[in-house]
């Protein structure tokens, strides 16, 4: 077999043949010992997927301990959970794939516990309801997808503590069961502070009067260009109505900025916490298109509620700008 190129960083092992960085490629019809322990001295190897190799435990163990391996995959293979311990002695492992992987219950996920994965994909594998408890149990675990695999509607809801964890599995449950578990997992990281009504109802209206003044403003910006003598007065009159933050530099109203339909033109308040007398965050979503998540800290003001700032959810909540 020919050398391998020394300062590979990305390798695909696919069609019977290893590629190399997208450009070289060595035939590689049979996965051997000797073959995965030349991969594993690749010191500065970041990302490595094979697809359709009968990979096991075995063959890869010489892979252990790469220590810039960020994303891995091993698809249809014949890996099972004691592959676990191998990736968790990646240090910077962030995303791992092991779709078609049928023997792999979940049941080696609890190896990961110290590890940075961000994201794990278990379609088509025998993931169950305990497996999905232990990675519910990673700290930094966001995002896990289980399509096709044996998790319950009842598991799913049983780890809705976990805040962070999305669990995309729409060939497993209804829109309704989704919805149902992101309002568990709401309801759980909430304050237990009781809500005020009366509160809530006004700093929804503050809310969705910001949102309309918004979409007005963009559909007027669209029309008009940056360039009008009334698009920034305005933005800034918006801002001076409805919001507390401080501008800030590449946000409105120091930037400007507008997307068609409207940044806000399909966002709907979904829920409520309280976190003090005066102050509260209020959930919204995107009903069409990205599907996006935001929550508002309203707080209460002289002049009544306003925004002081909005926050979108990715693999966490992350400040953005209104």
């Not at 390798?11 to 450009?23: E, H, P, Q």
């Not at 309801?129 to 044996?150: F, I, M, N, Q, V």
């Not at 729409?170 to 568990?184: G, K, N, R, V, Y």
């Not at 309309?212 to 305005?234: I, K, S, V, Y």
Request: hydrophobic share 40%; aromatic share 8%; glycine share 8%.
């Amino acid at each position: 077999m020919k050398d391998f190129p020394k300062r590979a960083r990305c390798v695909d092992w696919r069609d019977g043949a290893l590629i190399f960085d997208n450009g070289a490629s060595i035939e590689a019809r049979e996965p051997t010992i000797e073959i995965t322990e030349r991969l594993g001295a690749l010191s500065g190897m970041v990302s490595f997927h094979a697809c359709g190799a009968p990979l096991t435990d075995e063959l890869i163990k010489p892979l252990a301990g790469l220590k810039n391996m960020v994303n891995l995959g091993v698809t249809n293979g014949l890996l099972t959970d004691g592959c676990f311990p191998i990736f968790a002695s990646m240090p910077k492992l962030q995303i791992l794939t092991l779709d078609g992987n049928a023997a792999i219950n979940g049941a080696g996920l609890g190896a990961l516990a110290s590890s940075k994965v961000n994201l794990i994909s278990l379609n088509d594998t025998a993931l169950d309801d305990g497996g999905l408890t232990l990675a519910a149990s990673l700290p930094k675990l966001a995002y896990l997808h289980a399509e096709r695999t044996r998790i319950t509607y009842e598991g799913m809801m049983s780890v809705a503590g976990n805040r962070r964890l999305n669990i995309i599995a729409d060939s497993l449950f209804t829109p309704e069961q989704t919805e149902a578990f992101h309002i568990e997992q709401r309801e759980k990281a909430k304050k237990k502070t009781t809500l005020d009504p009366n509160s809530v109802r006004e700093a929804k209206e503050t809310l969705c009067a910001f949102f309309a003044a918004m979409t007005q403003w963009e559909a007027e910006t669209e029309r008009n260009g940056f360039d009008h003598p009334n698009t920034a007065p305005t933005l800034l009159a918006i801002w001076d109505k409805f919001v507390s933050e401080k501008p800030r530099p590449g946000w409105r109203p120091v930037s400007l900025s507008y997307s068609n339909p409207g940044t806000y033109a399909a966002v709907k308040v979904t829920d409520a916490e309280q976190i003090t007398k005066n102050k509260l965050w209020l959930y919204a979503e995107e009903k069409d298109g990205a599907k996006s998540e935001y929550r508002f800290l309203m707080k209460r003001t002289a002049e009544g509620w306003k925004i002081d700032y909005a926050q979108i959810r990715f693999d966490d909540w992350r400040r953005c700008g209104l």
